[in-house]
């Protein structure tokens, strides 16, 4: 599903990821870590399209459509609530079925009583959970999770484990992560960047 | 067409709603239009005539869709949530065209305090200047999203985009002027309407380019 050759990426004159070889066959997950700067979020963005890499090569067999990124940031807008901003992403993705999906996406991530407040007044945790409701809505063929754990609290990382779980084997993953025993024994493949 | 007009529909919608929640751009752009019009009434020295006054009228105007124009991509800038919406399957441009939309809202709607204190301060309000004033709103918001989305990925966002815009919207102040002024305003709408053509197709095509790498 990802081919990569000699990969890299260079933001002015520092080079985050340099010749990097990877192959993700279809339903792996993938388990990158590293230290901060390692370029873990990089080469994710790099996966999702949202930057060109500076060297080498790198396919990705699938439509845009049928990635989920989830990022640093929930990529929300924070002055509308939960249940708009999915009901944006529904629109735009084209889910079929989309409020039904919505309304179980909300329930199964415990954010139905607050779907109408804005996010501005969300948690972090809850704006994680959020992010991850926005990343599934469209039940996509590749996942590229960054930090998915970041915020979430005890409860919300059990839901978190839950899903991963029942993902894997069915869809391709990428996790990047610094907690790696945490969906360790989930993981076939293995990414250590330095 | 009909998915990519209810895309187009669904972003220009959140816009207008999230204006609706913020209040951030349509107060300023109406206080600065009026505040404007208000300090061109003292700045004109009596007698200066009608021409000058349209001048003015066009000089407030570009000015005004300049401060909206700043906001334009502010939510998705502070939030990222570009990103987010370039992941999407939708065509890129219906992100312009939704905004666009939104910015020719904002526009009309400052206008609408505008052309009534144009017509209190200094002269009548005539059909030509509205319909110049309709059609200089789709250009400017044409030109002005695509490079407020430009600027928005720059750090010296509030510099470069007067000094992208300005001087692209120049033949848009020339129609402007010409339409409110000449006895024949018929051929300066037409010019209006020319560039309002070229400029909407050309930002339509390159904005998948301006939000991508």
Known sequence: MILARRLGRTFGAKRVLGGLDLHVAEREVLLVTGPNGSGKSTLLALCAGLLAPTEGELEVGVERGQIGYLAHEPLVYRELSGLENLDLYGRLYRVPERRERIGMLLERFGLWEARRQPVSSFSRGMQQRLALCRTLLHEPDLLLLDEPYAGLDEAGADLLDAELAGLSGERTLILATHEPDRVAHLATGRLALA | ?213
């Not at chain 2, 017509?119 to 695509?146: H, I, K, N, Q, R």
């Not at chain 2, 002027?177 to 024949?184: C, H, K, L, N, P």
């Open chain 2, 1 to 213: 067409m009909t998915g990519y007009l209810a895309d187009v529909g669904a972003l220009a919608r959140k816009d207008l709603l999230l204006e609706l929640r913020s209040r951030d751009t349509l107060p300023a752009m109406l206080l600065f239009v009026v505040s404007t019009l208000v300090v061109f009434n003292f700045a004109l020295p009596a007698g200066t005539g009608e021409t000058a006054a349209y001048g003015l009228l066009w000089v407030a105007i570009v000015f005004t869709a300049i401060l909206g124009l700043t906001r334009a991509f502010a939510a998705e800038r502070e939030q990222r949530v570009l990103d987010g919406l370039v992941l999407a399957p939708c065509d890129r441009s219906a992100i312009w065209a939704g905004k666009g939309i939104a910015v020719v809202a904002f526009l009309v709607l400052a206008e609408l305090v505008a052309l009534p204190a144009f017509a209190l301060f200094f002269e009548p309000v005539t059909w030509e200047l509205v319909a110049a004033v309709g059609l200089a709103d789709l250009g400017l918001a044409s030109v002005g999203t695509l490079l407020a989305a430009m600027a928005a990925a720059s750090r010296a966002r509030e510099l470069l985009l007067p000094l992208l815009f300005l001087p692209l919207v120049i033949p848009v102040v020339v129609g402007g002027v010409g339409a409110s002024i000449a006895d024949d305003p018929g051929r300066y709408l037409g010019f209006l309407a020319l560039y309002d053509l070229i400029f909407a197709i050309l930002s339509w095509a390159s904005f998948e380019y301006v939000v991508t790498e």
